[in-house]
């Protein structure tokens, strides 16, 4: 989907931001282009640093950044990004945020926090009764300051809403890809991704989007730990008895316990995460397709076909030819 020309993204700027948070996002959504009718790359959004004041900022790190506006002169925008920083903790910097935040939120389209930039958004009460996530570090900390959320630790970024939230630091680069993926689709957002040398979405980690991080993010059960360690051993032994005997159950109990938690059975949850991670390592690695099969637990290439074909409607061959790179179309 093609943006309209130009959508404004307001980056918040503050004594004591953690410089990656800010400037990391701010990188992707300058890189977005897209090709326009002339030949030429169009420009797909508009960028503003917004201070607390018109005075340069420091950065943990001593960086001095300087801001386009203030929040005085509040200028429209699609998409408010709050990167993270040590202030946001404590003091008076997350309470001016905040109040800032609750008068103008009804009037921007999506409002994201990077890293710990959630403790500006939290006391404000719009995300009371979402799933929000932030920096394993603190996920403990928000979590008893602020009761009404559900804080998921494990979770790179999670979308509630308007509303996302992100782990700390690269992250914010991962919640701006997806931001823009969103927007403009996945040839824009890849095409970033390339502009600043990381992956579309980080292989083995925690995708928002997918159908089962889905059922992750919506359970606050004791399976959600276990869940995470199946996600980062696709090519174990994920049988029923397996799981069970890794979260001390029976598998009978198992099974019905997993079912309620997640309305799939187990063996329907474990093909849709290595359907879903080998989708992504075909677009964006250079592994054979039989490898990457194995790579995530298929015993054998047909039976990776037919599954494959079955979840998506194409074979895994077609689908590298019209989602991968250059380099690993070839190998087919």
């Known amino acids: ?19 990656l948070d800010l400037v990391g996002p701010l990188e992707a959504f300058m890189s977005a282009r897209s090709d326009d009718s002339n030949g030429g790359r169009e420009v797909l959004y508009e960028t503003v640093v917004i201070g607390l004041t018109n005075k340069p900022f420091t950065a943990e790190t001593g960086v001095v950044l300087y801001p386009h506006t203030t929040i005085e002169k509040f200028p429209f925008l699609d998409t408010l990004i709050i990167p993270g920083g040590r202030t946001l903790r404590s003091g008076g910097t997350s309470s001016t945020i905040s109040t800032w935040i609750k008068e103008r939120a009804n009037n921007i389209r999506r409002i994201a926090s990077v890293c710990t930039g959630v403790y500006a958004l939290a006391p404000s009460g719009l995300l009371d ?41 690269t992250a914010g680069i991962d919640l701006a890809l997806a931001l823009i993926e969103e927007d403009c689709g996945r040839r824009v957002a890849l095409s970033v991704a390339r502009e600043l040398v990381v992956y579309l979405k980080r292989p083995g980690g925690q995708e928002q989007f997918s159908e089962p991080l889905q059922f992750q993010t919506q359970t606050t059960d004791s399976f959600t730990e276990l869940t995470v360690w199946v996600k980062g051993h696709l090519n174990h032994d994920l049988s029923v008895e397996a799981l069970a005997k890794r979260a001390c159950l029976c598998p009978r109990h198992f099974s019905r316990r997993f079912k309620q938690a997640f309305g799939v059975t187990p063996a329907v949850f474990v093909e849709t995460l290595r359907l879903d991670e080998a989708r992504h390592r075909l677009a ?31 074979n895994p061959a077609s689908f590298r030819g019209r989602f991968g790179t250059r380099a690993n179309m070839a190998d087919q």
Not at 10 to 17: K, S
Not at 145 to 159: E, Q, S, W, Y
Not at 285 to 306: E, L, N, T, Y
Request: hydrophobic share 40%; proline share 1%.
């Open 129 to 169: 009764g979402r799933t929000v996530s932030t920096h394993w570090r603190f996920a403990h900390d928000l979590a008893n300051r602020f009761p009404a959320l559900n804080v998921d630790c494990n979770a790179l970024f999670i979308k509630d809403g308007k509303f996302y939230t992100s782990a700390g630091i």
């Open 284 to 314: 964006e690695h250079d592994v054979r397709i039989k490898g990457i099969g194995a790579s995530v637990g298929f015993r054998s290439a047909k039976a990776f076909r037919r599954a494959f074909e079955r979840k998506f409607g194409v």
């Open 1 to 19: 989907m093609k943006l309209m020309k130009s959508k404004r993204v307001g980056f918040l700027g503050y004594d004591g931001v953690q410089a």
